[in-house]
C-alpha cells in the first residue's frame, strides 16, 4: 500500500480569536503530518475557517462589520496565528471561498437526485447558540447541555437529508472497523447514539432568516445548513470529485476534532458521504477538552488563553512540548501557566538541556570540539545505551502511529534519562585523568554524540526548531521537515572531526518560585517571569495635571482602513485610519499585529499630535496601546461607534 496521509483539522468558526483549544488540535494535527513525513510518507494537511452561519452575522454585526469583511479579518488572525506555531498546512480552506460552494452544490444535487433530499415541515425545539434543533432526550432539564439555556419552539418548511436510512449501514461500518472512531470511548459514544433511532437531519435555513450561507442548488430560497457545508470542506479541498488530489489523499483520510463535534463527525459526515457516493473516511481522531479551572476553553464562554501570549514567553516549542506531553490524547487536561514551567524546568531544561549541554560541553573539552571516532568496542554500558534508544525510538513510532503523545514522548525520555544517567555511571571526567584510557573516552563521547542526534531526529516532529537547533550544533544542517527516520536515526551518522557548538542553553529554567510572587503581586496580565519590561508594567507615579491640561488633548475613534508593512521597519506599521477624515498614521505594532488583521478594527488616536516622520514616512496621530511587558493592545471602544466621535 502507498505510503500516503491526510490529516484534517475542523475549520474553525471564527466567531473569535484563536486560543489554547484551536492551537492544541493544529499543532497536534502539524505534528502527525510531520512524523508521517519522517517516516517517508507523502502527506496532506489540511485547516481552516467555517464562515457561515447566523452565529457569525450576531458576532460580526457586534463588531459593526458586514460578515463576509468580518471573516476576513478574523480567518486573517486564524492563518497568522498557525504560521506564528510553525504549522505546516498545505492548505487553508475558507467555506467562502467560491470552489468550497460549487462542491457543496455539487454534492447536495447529487443526493437530491438520488432521492435522499425531501421537502417537509418540521416544528421542533431550537438552540440559536448551536444553529440546530434539540429532541426533548437530548436536552438536560429541558436546556441546551452545551448553552445551559432552553431551547425555543420553532416551525419551520425546510429540506432534510435521509439520514436514518443509513444508520444500518453506519453501525455495521464502526462495527467492522473497530478503530473507524478512537479512542474506544467515542465510537462506544458514537454507537450509543445510534441505539435509538437516527432521525433526519434538516439542512436547509430559509434564507428570509439567514442569508448568509450557500444556496441550495435546487431551492434558491434556502441556504445550506452550516454543518452540512463545513463538512465538505474535506474533500473540497482536494477538489472533489475530479482532482487529482481527492484521488490521490481521499483514501487515507483521517479526521482530528475535539469531542464537543463527534456527532457531525461520527454521524452526519459519514452518512453524506455514504449517500454521496463517497468512500468514508479511514479514521475520526478525538481529544477531550484544555479546561481552566475545571470549565471547557471556549470563545463563546470568553474563558480563554491566547497561545500568542505564551509563546513569546516560554518558547514556541515548550509550549508545542506542553502541549503534547500533558494531555492524555482523548482525555480533558487542565491548562496552567504553572504546568507548564514545571514541565519546562524539569522535562526540557533539566533532562533534554542538561544531556545535551554536558555532551557539547565535554566534547568541548576532551576532543577540542571535534566529533571523536569511535575508539575501543562497545562495552556493556554502551550496549544497553544503545538498545534502550532502539526501544525508544520502537515505542515512540508505535504511540504516535495510534496518537499517543504522551507515551511517544514517554518512550524518547525514557532515552534521554538513560542517557543521564550513562553519563554518571562511565564518569567521562575520570577517563580523561587516564591518558591511556581516551580510546575508552572516545567510544563513550562518541555514542552519547549519536544519542543526542537521534533524540533530536525523534523531537522534530513536536519541537522542529529545536531539533535544527540541536542537529546545527552537531555539525548536521537539515531543515527538520527534510529528516528521515531510517536513514537518520542509524549508529554512526555524525561526521568524524566535525566541529560542535556547544551554544546557549537549549531551554533557559523560569523560576517558578519568582513567578508565583509576581503573579500574586502583578495584576494577571502582567505576571511574566523574565520579559524585559516587567518592570514597566508596574507603571510610575507621575505628577497630577488639570482636567484644562487633559482636555488638550484631542482624542477619538478611529476605525482601522488599510494597514501595511513599512519596508525595512521590523517595529513599524503604516495604517490609514477614518477619524471623520483619513489619517495616515505609523505605529509601532509590526511586532504584535498582523496587518491582514487590523482593517475594520476600531482604536483610539491622538489626533492633535504634532505629525512627525518616522522611517521618511509622515505620521499624522498615535494610536493607543496598552504594554504590561508581556502584550501590546490596542485600545478600542466596547462596541463601534461613528469614527470621529471624541474620547473623553
Ligand atoms: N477547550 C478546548 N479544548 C480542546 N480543543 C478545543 C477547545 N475548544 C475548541 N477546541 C478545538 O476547536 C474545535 C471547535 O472549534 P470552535 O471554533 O467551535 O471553537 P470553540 O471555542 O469551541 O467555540 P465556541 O465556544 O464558540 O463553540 C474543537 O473541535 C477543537 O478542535
Ligand atoms: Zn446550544
Redesign the pocket.
Known sequence: MEKRFYVT??I??V?AEP?I??A??TIVADVMNRFHKLLGYETFFLTGTDEHGDKIVRAAQEAGMDPKAYADRISALFRDTWSRLNITHDHFIRTTDPNHGRVVQYILQKVYDSGDIYFDTYEGLYCVGCERFYTQRELVDGKCPDHDREPEKRQEANYFFRMSRYQDWLIEHIEKHPDFIRPERYRNEVLSFLREPLEDLCISRPRERLSWGIPLPFDNRYVTYVWFDALINYVSALDYPDGPLFARFWPFAQHL??K??LKPHGIYWPTMIRAAGIEPYCHLNV?G??KINEG??????GSVVRPLDLVPIYGLDAFRYFLLREMVFGLDANFSEEALIQRLNADLANDLGNLFSRTMGMTERYFGGRIPPFGEPLDEPERALRAQMERSRDDYVKELSQWGFHKGLMAVWEGINAANKYIDDVAPWTLAKDPVRTSRLQTVMRTLLEVNRQVAVLLSPVMPETSETMLARLGIKRRALDLRLEEDTGWGGLQEGTAVQKGEALFPRVDLNAWQEGRDRRPPSATAPQTKAAGAAAGKASEPISLETFATIDLRVGVIKHAERIPKSKKLLKLVVDVGEERQVVAGIAETHDPETLPGRQVVIVANLKPAKLMGIESQGMVLAAHDGRHLRLIGPEAPVTPGSKVS
Open positions: 483539522t475542523p474553525y468558526y466567531n486560543h483549544g484551536h492544541y488540535t476534532i475535539a464537543d463535534i481529544h477538552y484544555w471547557k476553553m471556549s470563545k463563546s464562554r
